[in-house]
């Protein structure tokens, strides 16, 4: 009897500790790093960053400490409207700046899309500056 219980707290003990290692272990959900090309995703970052009418949270691609990438996610932004923030070329005005040069750039909005055009840059300073915390 007594071996069986001997038995059974390591075994819980093993689990415990197996569990304990994969939980240290899982990725971040804000960056992930892939052959030297961290991956930035704003969703849990700007939660409170509205466009006109919600977040607009942003895939944004670092490489060598430069941006290569910003790209949109999905979002609840009107179609249209949005959609005048991206062909306006919004999200590709910090593609190839440094990320220190991102961060300070003086990035203007998209006439028509001011909303959406803000909540862009603010998802992409608050993501910018956790790849430069975190990396």
């Keep these: 009897?007594?071996?069986k219980?001997?038995?059974?707290?390591?075994s819980a003990a093993w689990v415990a500790g197996a569990i304990f290692i994969i939980s240290c272990t899982t990725g971040d959900d804000v960056m992930t790093k892939k052959k030297g090309v961290y991956t930035i995703n704003t969703t849990?970052?700007?939660?409170d960053v509205k466009g006109y009418i919600g977040p607009t949270p942003l895939l944004i691609t670092v490489e060598?400490?430069?941006?290569?990438?910003v790209e949109?996610?999905?979002?609840s932004e009107t179609p249209k409207f949005f959609e005048r923030m991206k062909k306006g070329g919004m999200l590709e005005r910090?593609?190839?700046?440094?990320?220190?040069?991102?961060l300070s750039a003086k990035v203007d909005v998209v006439a028509g899309a001011t909303y959406s055009s803000n909540a862009v840059k603010e998802n992409v300073r608050l993501g910018l500056k956790y790849?430069?915390?975190h990396k």
């Design 1 to 3: 009897m007594m071996k």
């Design 5 to 10: 219980a001997i038995r059974f707290i390591l």
């Design 44 to 47: 849990t970052l700007s939660q």
């Design 64 to 69: 060598k400490d430069k941006v290569m990438k």
């Design 72 to 75: 949109a996610l999905e979002n």
């Design 94 to 102: 910090w593609n190839g700046m440094t990320v220190d040069e991102a």
């Design 131 to 133: 790849y430069k915390a």
